[in-house]
């Protein structure tokens, strides 16, 4: 059973950084491709930063030259580094686990807010 555990959320001024964490366990994590979403109220949820199982990486273009998404294998971790928070990247992020079957789970979510 995959499980997919994030932590690091919380409340931070804008232009502050937060580091998102996501554990994953019963699946071979260096062959899952691995992301991060965010769903803001009343929005869709949207991709916000993914990284292939060979450590390429993409992200959405709002979050472009702030946000950076790696991984660690040895620890079946992913990790987002979130620098120069805005107020419009509050949202809950949630952590998405894509394996090589086409099999997709997702976390329970961890809630970002930035304010003043």
């Known amino acids: 059973q995959v499980q997919l555990v994030e932590s690091g959320g919380g409340l931070v001024q804008p232009g502050g950084s937060l580091r998102l964490s996501c554990a994953a366990s019963g699946s071979i994590f260096s062959v899952n491709h691995m992301g991060w979403y965010r769903q803001a109220p009343g929005k869709e949820r949207e991709l916000v930063a993914r990284i292939t199982t060979g450590g390429r990486t993409n992200y959405a273009d709002s979050v472009k030259g702030r946000f950076t998404i790696s991984r660690d294998n040895a620890k079946n971790t992913v990790y987002l580094q979130m620098n120069s928070l805005k107020p419009e990247d509050t949202a809950v992020y949630y952590c998405?686990?894509?394996?090589?079957?086409?099999?997709?789970?997702w976390g329970q979510g961890t809630q970002v807010t930035v304010s003043s």
């Open positions: 998405n686990l894509l394996e090589p079957g086409g099999s997709v789970y």
